[in-house]
């Protein structure tokens, strides 16, 4: 059991310089917590609160070097939070097979987001933050705490893909809004995990001890090294998890 335990943390400390650097380290924690035991919605409950806590951690890393995400960090939040309810109460009530089966699909398309990507040089464009294209996001962010609140997995990818093509903000910046948006909106979808008592708090307590150590560490770090090294070990173990929750659940 301790040797388990000191995985989820190692995997927890991945996931948390994923998350901060692109996106998709829940990719990593729920297929770990799926394997330890437990039923997929309280895997995803769990996984919960590991990214609260992260997020805490990360908000604090980029605060400290000097990144100011105010206002429209509270802005994509507040609208993504209203979401995530709707979305984690469509997580509740799914079964557990087809669950497994979503997120394999899910994992299929992040690889092939992952492989087909090319780095755009988003520090060359001018932010576009106010009149229809803050309202877009504002529009668009509700959707993403839709899925957010059903799937964690994936969910930063699709802030940054807002975040960048909408609003033109710099890597650093949108990483810097997506950490806060994503606390804010977690807590609206724990609560209703936890309302309906699927969160194994040893667990998610655990995992989030390693989350909180790489997401502080990646916000301090930032994005500058080490992308193509996460895309490749992102591509392989993500390929691994989609084929063993495809072929071999249940």
């Known amino acids: 059991m301790e040797v388990e335990l000191f995985?989820?943390?190692l995997i927890g400390f991945v996931a948390g310089v994923i998350n901060i650097l692109a996106g998709g380290g829940s990719l990593l924690t729920l297929p770990m917590l799926i394997f330890l035991g437990l039923p997929p919605s309280i895997a995803n409950g769990t996984n919960r609160v590991a990214i609260l806590i992260?997020?805490?951690?990360s908000i604090s890393g980029f605060r400290s070097k000097g990144v100011n995400t105010f206002p429209y960090s509270i802005y994509f939040g507040l609208?993504?939070?209203?979401?995530?309810?709707?979305g984690a109460q469509i997580a509740i009530d799914i079964k557990g097979d087809l669950f497994n089966k979503i997120l394999a699909v899910i994992?299929?398309?992040v690889?092939?987001?992952l492989v087909l990507n090319r780095k755009t040089r988003y520090e060359d464009l001018i932010e576009r933050i106010t009149g229809k294209h803050l309202w877009l996001s504002i529009v668009l962010f509700f959707f993403v705490g839709i899925y957010g609140g059903f799937i964690q997995a994936g969910t930063g990818f699709l802030i940054l893909l807002v975040l960048s093509g909408v609003n033109q903000f710099s890597l650093v910046k949108s990483n810097a809004i997506k950490v806060v948006v994503a606390f804010i909106y977690t807590?609206?979808?724990l609560a209703i995990f936890v309302w309906n008592d699927q969160v194994n708090w040893k667990y998610g307590l655990i995992l989030s001890i390693g989350n909180a150590l790489g997401g502080w560490i990646a916000?301090?770090?930032s994005v500058k090294k080490g992308d193509g090294l996460v895309k490749t070990f992102l591509i392989i173990m993500v390929?691994?998890?989609?084929?063993?929750?495809?072929?071999f659940t249940g």
């Open 79 to 86: 609208s993504a939070m209203l979401g995530a309810i709707i």
């Open 54 to 57: 992260q997020n805490v951690f």
């Open 187 to 189: 807590l609206s979808a």
């Open 219 to 221: 916000s301090r770090w």
């Open 111 to 113: 690889v092939t987001y």
């Open 239 to 247: 390929s691994i998890m989609a084929i063993k929750l495809w072929f």
């Open 7 to 9: 995985f989820l943390v």
């Open 107 to 109: 994992m299929v398309l």
